[in-house]
């Protein structure tokens, strides 16, 4: 079964500081991987996927992320910080198959910025 | 583009009151999905639906039902509400075709029940 793991459930960084979300998988193959970033009474908005090719992935908002196939990791991140990037991230696993995805989401990541 | 349509925004209950979460998108997504969102358990899925007529249980089903009668619309129903659905509902929708396709979500619905 696929699982998620998020080991930081808050994190508090300073305004223009670097950022890196952690992120664990567990899947039997090469998964298709996301993560989504969710403001406060929003929804979930998609920031970035992987699933093949460059394992440095770009995203909106200045995201990257890298998937390491022998960590078994996509670990998000951004070398400046701004305040409008407070809220909470979540890392998700989906099966590299047709059809319809059972996604798995892992507990998330609050991030604090700090003037 | 309206996207993934959640109502109602908020809504308090009684337990063992019903009602239904509203949820269309106009996106012509085949795949449509709930969530529930709870502390320190990210989001599970509760039902899916992979076209009209056709819907299968998720991770957490029990308490909820749902139909697809229209590509657009996947109403949640919760028959006989707990405390235990206390949680925001997320509804959700993804085209058909290739694996990875992004997911899309409604605004949430913040359901308490007392």
């Known amino acids: 079964a696929q699982s998620v793991t998020q080991p930081d459930i808050h994190i508090t960084v300073s305004e223009g500081a670097s950022l890196e979300l952690r992120c664990n998988y567990s899947y039997g193959a090469t998964p298709y991987l996301f993560w989504y970033v969710q403001s406060p009474g929003q929804g979930l908005q998609l920031l970035l996927k992987?699933?093949?090719?460059?394992?440095l992935v770009q995203g909106i908002k200045g995201f990257e992320a890298e998937f390491k196939r022998s960590q078994s990791s996509f670990n998000l991140r951004k070398p400046s910080v701004h305040w409008s990037d407070a809220a909470e991230y979540f890392c998700?696993?989906?099966?590299?198959?047709?059809?319809?995805?059972?996604?798995?989401f892992g507990i998330g990541t609050k991030l604090q910025v700090i003037p | 583009n309206a996207g993934v349509t959640q109502t109602p925004k908020f809504q308090v209950l009684k337990t063992g009151q019903s009602m239904t979460l509203q949820c269309a998108q106009d996106?012509?997504?085949?795949?449509m999905s709930w969530y529930r969102q709870d502390p320190g358990m990210g989001l599970r899925l509760i039902h899916y639906s992979v076209g009209a007529g056709i819907t299968d249980q998720g991770e957490v089903p029990n308490g909820y039902n749902v139909s697809r009668s229209t590509t657009e619309d996947f109403p949640l129903r919760l028959l006989s509400a707990a405390p235990s659905q206390t949680s925001v509902y997320f509804c959700a929708s993804s085209a058909r075709g290739d694996s990875g396709n992004t997911i899309y979500f409604g605004e949430g619905s913040w359901l308490t029940v007392v």
């Open positions: 998700a696993v989906g099966p590299n198959s047709g059809g319809y995805q059972k996604v798995t």
């Open positions: 996106m012509n997504h085949e795949y």
């Open positions: 992987y699933f093949s090719g460059d394992t």
